[in-house]
């Protein structure tokens, strides 16, 4: 059972009360944060009023006294939010997210904003203007990206559960990377409003925890429409708890790339750990059936054309204008925008601005952006095809292990492959889970994926319930105090 | 130089295009008030000051009075239709890009008609679209400080764009006038040019006649009145043909209109026209609108002002001139028909409503939402007047007298004693009285001293108190005066 429902027990069964579960927990969390980094700031006097509210009754829920971390991109009322970006260095969330207000009403504590990369934007945390946050089984390794304070906080059990967002493997990857399970829901199952957008057409928000009940847990409560978000549908919202419980696999079809599972450039450990949790969903009664995507090459180079794109759109509004930093000596408007954005963006966000405004510039729109499209549409229709004759697919989460902090920053070309898995299911906007499978010989988690059909969550949520079963997950000890 | 010298070989080449601002309760994005005027910045919502994480979510209202005024203008509705983001940095601009529609906008393809001296004109559409208004920059020179007032973001606002077809300043302000006009019966927009919420800018080209390509075609903006439109578009054909009578070219570039010097000055050219970088907005879906709801929106469009234009020329007898002042507003044409239709005569309602009503109000717009006498008051004076027992001095004298007392006229009537003197053997005795007392006058009219007559018909309406029945009057001193 994972921690978030182990304590969601605790608090039931009342073997602790909210207020010494905190008073216990808090310092560790505090101390342990020193060295993950995982929180770019701990809530301590929100923590406190909630803490209280919870103990008065005023607060309850599905949730109720659940410490969760919030990507520091997601909208707290009062609270600041960052982004991980200068340029928001002191801004303060006007109003909650959608998805923060719907947890707020089931109970659940806000421990901290998480760590994450500037605007979402990387995959090894390392693009944060705060410092990196750390991965819990080596610390000088990354916990992925984007999303790495929010899993690098679930595996350090700095909280039992997180949000995080994916636009591109934001939740996926750093969930590989600390050996827990993240969910990137379907495009529009959950809202946007209130969260900071990167690309507006690819982003989402999703739980980051132990394992699949934990997730769905969190899931059932930030799922469905939102009369602030056009993009968030009318889907009925299934029982994604219920789903968690044990079901066979019989006549369940799965679809895999033997090129994704036998790569040549897997590590070997990758590659036995796939395999072996192939078995074992084969032992539950899955059928698996080889099944080559041809377009999922381009996906990378049509995803770094749209996503940028949108992104240069995006963060427009950080201009110095009515919020965030301004330059301090500026002769002109023009220049006012100028150095406030130089000053305020960092390399990476900078360097997605350019690439995005010129592929939206007139004369290079149809050659970059419709192309791009076009390829999306077609990396769209090629998933719907295959999931005419399978329910899922089986797939890395990554190519590799977590990269040594440090080390990559002057490549962004090897960063931006490690996406390599993750970003077609973004581009097709569907659902995908990633979830720990084993350790590397370095003792480093090994993640893998399952792709569900556009609002399969419960479906996915079902299958992994059902391989945890089967072959549970050891988690090693980590490497903080 | 001349327009008239330049209307000899040259014509002018105009598109326009009108921004209109609906009048919905709500933004076209944001769950903020349209309904402001207030202090700045008072009336905004996280989503039309571009906070971040703030969505925009399209206002159903909106949609429906830019549908329906699409369909008044005849266009075919594009279902779906997208809007796409366009960008330029400016502090107005809160999110760093405008929402607007771009290649596929709402509606594309209709027309506005109207009269222009008696004759029937059809200017085609191209196109018409929604966009949010930005807000307003406030610059405080003096002070150095430049402040943003941000109420107006977001505001709905549709664009029309008009096909290069119209070929005069006086068929631009026609043609203008018309498409305020239907977007005021429709209740849509307020049209008041001076307050902002209807804009136009003028695009502008000349060429010699006979010629089937466009010039270079100029853009002038900042035209806040039907005036400046007029004029700003004379003095631009005019500064284009001293170009090209210097053998130089015309730039393409936009130019602002100023008022008060009564002349345009550039503000950017082609080259330094910002690149938008227009892409789909991803955070609405595609509009799609069914056809049944169009139909049914069609089905509850009201009479427009040309067809009502129409129907009183003809059911009411009226001049296309005569039926287009009684058709400039709803109210009036309303006004009009309540009181020509009990009446039974058509040109006595519409002279005096033409002459004596419109008169006295100010605006037509908002004169007639509390004015008296109101239709059936007024009708009840006209009675009077077309039954002889007002003349039209002593009905314009009551309908003053309404407008300050909102009495009836009977009550006015019957206080001021005002009845006309109709009766023959009176009117006969008086005259005869008037000829007797001034023998010299009558003398010098026998000589040919024609002018005297109007004297004999001032003393009798003096002796009558002006209550005489002008016409019976007239007819009887003639006699009388031939006789003596």
């Not at chain 2, 002018?451 to 009887?476: H, I, R, S, V």
Request: aromatic share 8%; proline share 5%; with cysteine.
């Amino acid at each position: 059972m994972g921690r978030l429902h182990q304590l969601l027990r605790n608090f039931k069964e009342k073997k602790a009360s909210y207020r010494e579960y905190y008073s216990d927990e808090m310092p560790k969390i505090k101390r342990r944060n020193e060295e993950l980094g995982a929180y770019l700031e701990i809530f301590e006097e929100l923590v406190e009023t909630q803490v209280t509210e919870l103990e008065s009754g005023k607060r309850a829920g599905r949730l109720a006294g659940l410490p969760l971390a919030i990507k520091d991109i997601i909208s707290i009322q009062g609270q600041r939010l960052t982004a991980a970006s200068k340029i928001l260095e002191n801004y303060r969330a006007p109003r909650s997210a959608t998805v923060v207000e719907r947890l707020d009403r089931e109970g659940a504590v806000f421990v901290g904003r998480s760590n994450c990369d500037e605007f979402a934007m990387g995959s090894s945390n390392e693009n944060s203007a705060y410092g990196p946050a750390k991965n819990p089984f080596d610390l000088s390794r990354s916990p992925g990206g984007s999303s790495g304070g929010s899993a690098s906080a679930v595996a350090g059990e700095l909280c039992v559960g997180a949000l995080g967002t994916d636009t591109g493997g934001s939740i996926r990857l750093p969930a590989a990377f600390c050996g827990i399970t993240g969910l990137k829901p379907t495009y529009g199952r959950v809202s946007r409003s209130g969260v900071i957008a990167f690309a507006s057409s690819l982003d989402q928000v999703g739980p980051m925890a132990d394992d699949a009940l934990d997730c769905a847990e969190i899931l059932q409560v930030i799922s469905g429409a939102d009369p602030r978000d056009s993009t968030a549908m009318k889907v009925p919202v299934e029982d994604f708890v219920k789903a968690c419980e044990p079901s066979p696999l019989k006549d369940l079809k799965i679809g895999y790339s033997p090129d994704y599972l036998e790569s040549e450039s897997l590590p070997e450990a990758y590659k036995k750990e796939l395999q072996e949790a192939k078995r074992s969903f084969e032992k539950l009664g899955a059928k698996f059936y080889p099944m080559t995507l041809e377009h999922l090459p381009y996906s990378i180079a049509a995803y770094y054309i749209i996503a940028p794109a949108e992104a240069s759109s995006n963060l427009a509004r950080y201009d110095g204008v009515r919020f965030g930093h301004r330059t301090k000596a500026f002769e002109s408007l023009k220049e006012m925008i100028v150095q406030s954005r130089s000053e305020g963006f960092g390399d990476e966000v900078k360097r997605r601005i350019m690439i995005g405004s010129f592929a939206l510039s007139s004369g290079y729109f149809d050659a970059y952006y419709s192309k791009a499209q076009f390829v999306r549409s077609l990396i769209q229709k090629e998933f719907l095809e295959a999931f005419k004759k399978v329910d899922l697919l089986f797939w890395p989460s990554s190519p590799r292990p977590p990269f040594p902090l440090g080390k990559e920053e002057k490549d962004p070309l090897s960063l931006y492959l490690a996406d390599i898995f993750t970003i077609p299911v973004n581009l097709a906007g569907l659902p995908a889970l990633s979830f720990p499978i084993g350790y590397d010989e370095d003792s480093l988690p090994i993640g893998a994926q399952l792709i569900g059909r556009a609002f399969a969550e419960a479906e996915l949520l079902r299958s992994l319930a059902a391989y945890e079963r089967e072959r549970p997950f050891e988690k090693r000890p980590l490497a903080c105090h | 130089m001349s327009l008239e010298e330049f209307s000899k070989s040259h014509e002018i080449v105009i598109g326009l295009e009108v921004h209109a601002q609906l009048t919905t309760d709500f933004k076209l994005m944001s769950p903020a008030s349209n309904r402001f005027g207030k202090s700045p910045n008072s009336s905004v919502s996280s989503v039309c000051t571009g906070m971040p994480g703030a969505l925009p979510v399209l206002n159903q209202k909106a949609i429906e009075m830019a549908v329906k005024t699409a369909l008044a203008l005849h266009c075919k509705i594009q279902s779906p239709n997208v809007f796409s983001r366009k960008h330029y940095f400016y502090p107005d601009l809160p999110k760093g890009y405008q929402i607007s529609q771009y290649d596929l906008p709402y509606a594309k393809s209709g027309r506005v008609e109207f009269y222009l001296e008696g004759q029937k004109r059809s200017v085609g559409l191209q196109r018409i679209h929604m966009e949010e208004d930005a807000g307003k920059n406030l610059h405080f020179g003096d002070q150095g400080i430049s402040l943003v007032d941000l109420n107006r973001s977001s505001v709905p606002l549709i664009e029309i764009v008009s096909e290069p077809e119209l070929r005069s300043a006086d068929e631009a302000g026609a043609y203008l006038r018309a498409l305020r006009r239907v977007l005021r019966y429709l209740e849509v927009c307020d049209g008041n040019m001076e307050e902002g919420n209807f804009r136009c800018d003028a695009n502008v080209s000349i060429r010699k006649q006979g010629e089937t390509r466009l010039g270079t075609r100029v853009e002038l903006k900042n035209i806040n009145s039907f005036r400046n439109l007029e004029r700003a578009i004379q003095n631009e054909a005019l500064r284009q043909w001293d170009l090209l009578k210097q053998d130089k070219l015309v730039v393409q570039e936009t130019r602002s209109w100023d008022a008060n010097e009564n002349l345009s000055r550039s503000m950017r050219s082609k080259e330094e026209a910002a690149d938008y970088r227009y892409f789909p907005e991803p955070d609405l879906l595609p509009l799609s609108l069914s056809d049944d709801w169009i139909e049914n929106r069609r089905k509850a469009l009201p009479e427009l002002p040309l067809d009502r234009m129409e129907r009183f020329m003809k059911d009411f007898e009226r001049s296309a001139y005569d039926a287009e002042v009684l058709t400039s507003s709803k109210q009036l044409a309303d006004y009009f028909e309540e009181i020509a239709l009990p009446l039974k005569d058509y040109s006595l309602a519409s002279n005096f409503i033409q002459t004596t009503v419109l008169a006295s109000l100010q605006d037509v717009e908002k004169g007639l939402e509390d004015f008296y006498p109101d239709a059936p008051a007024l009708t009840e004076l006209l009675q009077e007047l077309k039954q002889g027992k007002l003349s039209l001095n002593m009905a314009k004298e009551v309908f003053e007298e309404m407008k300050t007392s909102r009495q009836p006229a009977s009550k006015i009537i019957s206080e001021k004693g005002l009845s006309q003197v109709n009766d023959d053997s009176i009117l006969r005795s008086c005259v005869k009285t008037v000829i007797q007392n001034h023998p010299a006058q009558l003398e010098q009219f026998k000589a040919g001293k024609d002018k005297l007559f109007g004297f004999f018909m001032g003393q009798c309406q003096k002796e009558l108190k002006g209550k005489g029945n002008p016409a019976t009057l007239k007819a009887l001193l003639e006699e009388e005066l031939k006789q003596s």
